[in-house]
């Protein structure tokens, strides 16, 4: 255990119960973050006090200590890393719960706490950077994952240590200097701003990291997305086409057996252009392919499913525009038909880079200053391909 620095693979000291202590509560009792900081804290004094008056420690406070841990893990998850202030009942955690990979591909859940408004009260700076640190692990979670949430909530968790360290330095307090120089208090205030400024730095390049991984992420998750379109789309039509010939044999009609395999071809033509179609956008290093990754990973996924389908649909009209006549021209002959009708469906399926997003402008939170403004700029300069780029 340590206070005031950094706890990796933090353990609490682990103590019996002493024989007056209260009678262990159930285990479904909530322990919050600061719930532990606030027994944490007054572990802390009764070691301090114990120790400047020569007693030992009251092991109930340690026992409570204790029991609100093992608490908080169960349900969190172990503490990987601690910063606990050491003059104020406040502290920043990052916890990592393993779960069973049936809920979760990923193995571990991180997730970064907060409890610092006791320490912050006095110094609205650090608290506002403490709140960025927050907000941008708070998207963090939503949106990555595997060992690049992990990475970022680890330098998040870094930064939010060194703000709060920074609160725990002693400020001596001199006699006012002669009038006309500024005064220990307003030195104070210079050297805050400038450290605060130095740690907004490196969050604003954690959220750059995060924006680069964030988009990187998203593209994959369209990927799968648009394969599930074609699977579904592959597995509808394989299960229409026979419906649609059972149907002309019951009626006693025209057999358009030749009609429907040529209609399925152009379904499927379709919906693997309008694939390649977003394959190369995303291959493209002029940034013609663009996402809202923070509308969350569900919907990201989502999106890439309806692009086959839209595929799909271009094929369909591609095919009614061609057996109406309405063009007026000739088919190279009935062997060619497949080849003809396909290949003019699979161009067909690029078209669906014209389709608009239903999404629309998805509003960002929390964002940092040079983040968020090179955010705007490329947002601006992307206008146009956005909406039809994904």
């Given at each position: ?26 285990g ?5 973050f ?20 020569g007693?030992?420690?009251d092991r109930?406070?340690e ?16 503490i ?7 003059r ?15 809920h ?11 409890a ?14 403490l ?8 998207r ?5 994952r ?12 870094a ?10 330095r ?7 200097p ?11 205030q ?12 490196e969050?604003?390049d ?13 593209k ?5 997305g ?5 699977i ?16 002309d ?20 033509a ?12 995303m291959?493209?290093?002029?940034g ?67 389709t608009?997003?239903?999404t ?31």
């Open positions: 255990m340590a206070t005031g620095t950094t706890l990796e693979e933090g353990v609490a000291p682990r103590a019996a119960a002493p024989p007056d202590a209260p009678e262990q509560r159930d479904s009792e909530l322990v919050t600061p719930d532990l900081v606030r027994a944490h804290q007054g572990w802390e004094r009764e070691l301090y006090g114990a120790d400047r008056d007693q030992k420690p109930a406070v026992w409570e200590f204790n029991r609100r841990w093992r608490q908080f893990e169960r349900k969190y998850g172990r990987e890393t601690a910063y606990w202030s050491v104020h009942a406040s502290a920043v955690a990052l916890t990592i719960k393993d779960v069973p990979k049936k979760r591909r990923d193995e571990r859940i991180p997730k970064f706490h907060r610092t408004d006791w320490a912050t009260r006095d110094e609205p700076d650090v608290a506002r950077a709140d960025e640190c927050e907000i941008l692990a708070a963090t979670e939503e949106i990555l595997g060992p690049s949430e992990l990475i970022a909530l680890r330098r998040i968790t930064v939010a240590s060194h703000l709060l360290g920074y609160v725990d002693a400020w001596g307090r001199e006699s006012p002669p009038t006309g120089q500024p005064t220990p208090d307003w030195l104070h210079a050297d805050c701003k400038k450290f605060v400024e130095t740690q907004k730095e969050l604003e954690i959220e750059r990291f995060y924006r680069r991984t964030g988009n990187g992420q998203a994959i998750l369209f990927f799968w648009m394969v599930q379109g074609l579904f789309l592959a597995l509808a039509t394989a299960v229409a086409g026979p419906i649609i010939w059972a149907v044999e019951i009626n006693g009609g025209p057999d358009h057996w030749g009609e429907e395999q040529l209609l399925a071809i152009c379904v499927m379709g919906a693997l252009g309008a694939f390649l179609s977003v394959l190369t956008r291959a493209a290093l002029s013609k392919f663009h996402l809202d990754f923070e509308v969350g990973r569900t919907n990201v996924r989502w999106l890439g499913l309806y692009r086959p389908l839209v595929g799909g649909i271009f094929g369909v009209a591609t095919f009614m525009l061609l057996a109406s006549g309405i063009l007026q021209t000739n088919t190279p002959g009935p062997e060619q038909d497949y080849a003809y009708y396909g290949i003019l469906a699979f161009f067909s399926g690029f078209f669906e880079r014209f608009k997003l239903p629309g402008d998805i509003p960002s939170v929390g964002e940092t200053g040079a983040a968020a403004k090179a955010d705007k700029a490329e947002s601006a300069a992307g206008a146009g391909q956005a909406q039809g780029g994904a």
